[in-house]
Every structure is written in C-alpha cells, then in structure tokens.
C-alpha cells in the first residue's frame, strides 16, 4: 500500500535496514582458518565466502538460487537522438532473453542461474527529463515496490537492465549525485562519434539544470532523472537488503541507482558486490565512494547483467570450496 507521501514511506524504509550478521561472517573466517590450505591462499574467493555468510547468515556460506533479474525500460529522452537505438530495440531484446537467444540466456544456463526479464512498461516511455519529470512520486514509487517485490524466492540476486538511451540517463543521475560536468559522466561507444556525444551531453546538462532546484534530494534525482528500469533496481536491492539476500550489481542502471541510495544512506550497499566497472567515464572513483570493489574485468559493454551472471558463478565457486573443504575437517 502506497501512501500520500510514498517517498516518505521508501526513507523510514531505509532507516530500518538491518545490520551485517558479523558472527556469521567471523565463522566463516574461523572455518577458513581450519582448512588444510596456507592462510589466504584463495585470495578475493576468501573473501566473498565471508561477505556471503555476513549477508545471508548462513555458515557455512551456500548459494541454491541464485536468480538473475534484468529490468527494461524506456525513456522519453530518446527523442534527443541520444541513442542509436529506438524504444523498439528495448522490446526486441526482452523478446530475444524470452527466446534463450541472448548472451544472459546462454550464461544464465552455464551457471545454473534463474532469469527473470521484467518489462517495464515498455510500451509507455517516461516523459523527457530534458522537458518535464521522467516519473511522478507516485508512479516511481510504485515501480519501486514492483522490484521489491520481484527478488522473491532466491538467495544471491544478480541485477542487470536493458534499456535504449539509459546510458544518458544514468550520466544525468551521476552529474546531480557527484558534480562536475557532463563530459565527467558522459559515456560514447567508438562508432557513435561526435555528434552523438554531443547529443548526450546536451540532454544531461539541459535535464541537470532544469531540475537542479530539487536534486538535493536522492529521491527527486531518482524521479526526475531516472527511468523505470533505475527505480525498480532500487526497489530491488533494498528488499533483498530486507529479506537478507546479497546482492551482486552490473550495468548502467544498477550503478545510478546505488549512487542513489548511497546518498540517502551511506550504509545501505554493505550486503552488495559490483561485478564490473561501468563503461563510463568516473566510473572508478564513483565505485570507490560508494566502497564497491569491482570483482570481474571483463571490459564487457554488452548490458544484459552479462557481468553479473559470472560473477554469479564466482560466489556459488567460492561457496563451494569453503562448504566443501570444510565438510572434510575432523
């Protein structure tokens, strides 16, 4: 049920995340300590077994259903011509992940991952941020609690986005969350070239400078500037913060959307792992801020949560190994 003032309700939201299970997390550090193996010998794999347990409480660390959700949207600055790609091109997508013909349908498959592709409205672009707010506090809200409510039956979620025109999206978020210019957070593929960037880093600065007045608020950034796709993601990573579900981020949408909730509370991407840098300019000191360390290097751009979904392999890996040793101790 959403209230009068449903952004009020998202911040007492955030003011009751629970905290780290720190006795799991110091058990699971016990148990590698046991192991017939020299201390630290399996680097990072140590210590995600760790951040697994602190964040799901179970010791020794498991993953049974890891699921991958992938949010699409589309968006109304799509008329700027900062894409080369049309709202159709989202929707063809989701058709092809429906089809098992994606990357993320493949990898999902090798790593035994659920997938679920929310289509967002697909159908309904939200407004230009560049001319008005991409979402009323309602209608964001609302999508919100849709992706709260989409983590359900899974114990490790990998996010991901697919969405035409999100990357300048995702810049505007990043300029009203960190400062700068457009150029700082503006991001161009190779073959798009200069006009294109120039298109981007017009909408970016046109919407920052019409909605600047409000930014100041993480929430209005989040409406004002976002899409679908960005606020269901958020939605998303605080429920399963809620529900004790470690959460590993790629793409685009996932990074803007945990600058926002890292604005309205500084803690609340503790239970979270970054698969990989953004292909984005700043990427790395924004990760830094937010205290995200990326685990994969894939220079992969493909969107999808394509990063995600190995990632997702790494952590049931380093579960594994943990689990699996430890079964052999007297």
Do not use: Y
């Amino acid at each position: 049920m959403i209230s009068a003032l449903p952004f009020d309700d998202f911040r007492s939201l955030m003011r009751r995340l629970p905290p780290a299970d720190e006795r799991a997390g110091d058990g699971v550090r016990a148990l590698l300590g046991r192991l017939d193996k020299p201390a630290g010998s399996l680097g990072r794999l140590e210590d995600i077994a760790a951040w697994l347990a602190t964040w799901s409480g179970r010791v020794p660390p498991s993953v049974n259903r890891p699921l991958m959700a992938v949010f699409a949207g589309t968006h109304g600055v799509l008329a700027r011509g900062v894409s080369a790609h049309g709202p159709d091109w989202t929707a063809r997508r989701v058709e092809l992940c429906a089809a098992g013909g994606a990357a993320i349908s493949q990898l999902c498959l090798a790593s035994d991952i659920g997938l679920k592709v929310f289509d967002l409205a697909l159908h309904l672009p939200t407004a230009d941020m560049t001319a008005e707010a991409a979402l009323d506090e309602r209608a964001c809200m609302a999508t919100m609690a849709f992706g709260m409510e989409a983590i359900s039956g899974t114990d490790l979620l990998a996010i991901g986005d697919i969405g035409a025109g999100n990357s300048t999206v995702a810049a505007a978020i990043a300029l009203a969350m960190n400062g700068g210019t457009a150029d700082d957070w503006v991001s161009v593929r190779q073959h798009e070239g200069a006009a294109m960037l120039s298109r981007r880093r017009h909408a970016v600065e046109d919407a920052v400078a019409l909605h600047r007045h409000h930014l100041g608020d993480p929430l209005e950034a989040l409406r004002r500037l976002g899409g679908r796709e960005f606020a269901a993601i958020a939605g998303a990573i605080v429920a399963a913060r809620m529900e004790k579900v470690p959460v590993i981020l790629d793409g685009l949408a996932a990074f803007a959307a945990a600058q926002v909730l890292h604005a309205l509370e500084p803690e609340a991407l503790r239970h979270c792992l970054l698969a990989q840098l953004p292909d984005t300019p700043g990427a790395a000191g924004i990760a830094a801020r937010l205290g995200l360390t990326p685990l994969l290097d894939l220079a992969a751009s493909h969107g999808e949560g394509v990063s995600a979904a190995v990632a997702v392999g790494v952590v049931k890996c380093s579960a594994m190994a943990v689990a699996g040793m430890a079964a052999t101790l007297r």
